[in-house]
């Protein structure tokens, strides 16, 4: 089960970086997704790494403002990012895949944690 941390309340133009740990040890055969979810709107996704890290893939509205890295030593995948506006503001939930490409459909990722809220003010 993954479990995500960082999220919080930050002024728009600012940044924040999300961590989501896992406690399988297989944790570098899942490839990882950021999914996110406002208020009244579906989950949508935001960024995934495949399995090695040497895949990424990234929804428009992250290109060129967010970043999805991972640790295997630490089990731990994380999501900086930057350049934050209002529209970023929801839930943010981490997914984990095995062995799979770094998809940005919801329905690809086997686990989720409980999600961590991004408020962002204007």
């Known amino acids: 089960q993954p479990v995500e941390s960082g999220g919080g309340m930050v002024q728009a133009g600012g940044s924040l970086g999300l961590s989501c740990g896992a406690s399988?040890?297989?944790?570098?055969?899942?490839?990882m997704g950021w999914f996110r979810q406002a208020p009244g709107k579906e989950r949508e996704f935001v960024a995934a790494?495949?399995?090695?890290?040497?895949?990424?893939n990234y929804a428009d509205s992250a290109k060129g403002r967010f970043t999805i890295s991972r640790d295997n030593d630490k089990n731990t995948v994380y999501l900086q990012m930057n350049r934050l506006t209002p529209e970023d503001t929801a839930v943010y939930y981490c997914?984990?895949?095995?062995?799979?490409?770094?998809?940005?459909?919801?329905?690809?990722?086997?686990?989720w944690g409980q999600g961590t809220q991004v408020t962002v003010f204007s």
């Open positions: 997914g984990a895949r095995w062995r799979g490409s770094p998809a940005s459909r919801s329905s690809a990722y086997e686990y």
């Open positions: 790494i495949n399995f090695s890290g040497d895949t990424t």
């Open positions: 399988r040890r297989s944790f570098s055969s899942y490839s």
